[in-house]
């Protein structure tokens, strides 16, 4: 594995894999540490959402809030951490949902889903170029963000469409 690009978030690789006719194939992988995104479900189930811009989109795009697990922190650690900088919120209930690769083709990163519940409110701590504006909408109303294309963001599509659908399960097959 020979590194062609290393940077602060990511490094670039080249891999060989041995095709199905024997032939060695070059191809080229995208290591990344990891990352969470996290679904803030306040009191009255609303969802704490973010209008952030990426660089890389050259675009805002409405999101869950989410970032990049650090050296040595373990994925709840960098939920909360990044929950609290980003929204100000701090979960006093953060479950881990599941865990996902985002693009896989090409891409290292596993994506761990968390939800948090019982939000204290407090200060954002944003890093400096995070443009990041916080604001709530309803569970109901951010499934039609996604059908209506307002919601983009496959992290986000991913974590509210899987919230929606464990809220309505619950509702068809109520506990004991």
């Known amino acids: ?5 290393a940077g602060k978030l990511f490094k670039v690789v080249r891999k060989y894999v041995t095709g199905r006719s024997g032939e060695q194939l070059e191809r080229h992988v995208i290591l990344h540490p990891g990352a969470v995104a ?3 479900v306040l009191d009255d189930g609303s969802i704490v959402l973010l209008k952030q811009y990426r660089v ?18 373990e994925p709840r650690e960098t939920a909360r951490r990044e929950l609290v900088e980003e929204t100000g919120y701090a979960p006093t209930s953060l479950t881990e949902l ?21 939000l204290v409110a407090g200060p954002t701590d944003l890093e400096d170029g995070e443009e990041i504006e916080r604001f709530t909408v309803p569970l109901e109303q951010t499934i039609e963000m996604i059908y209506n ?12 469409l899987w919230y929606w659908n464990s809220k309505r399960l619950e509702c068809e097959h109520p506990g004991p």
Do not use: C, N, Q, V
Not at 1 to 5: A, E, N, R, S
Not at 56 to 71: F, M, N, S, V
Not at 100 to 117: Q, Y
């Open 1 to 5: 594995m020979d590194t062609l690009f």
């Open 38 to 40: 996290i679904i803030p």
């Open 56 to 73: 890389a989109a050259d675009r805002y795009l409405i999101e869950l809030p989410a970032g990049t697990i650090d050296d040595g922190e």
């Open 98 to 118: 599941t865990a996902f690769f985002s693009s896989p083709g090409i891409l290292r990163e596993k994506m761990h889903l968390f939800l948090a519940t019982d």
């Open 149 to 160: 294309g307002k919601i983009t963001d496959g992290k986000t599509i991913l974590g509210l």
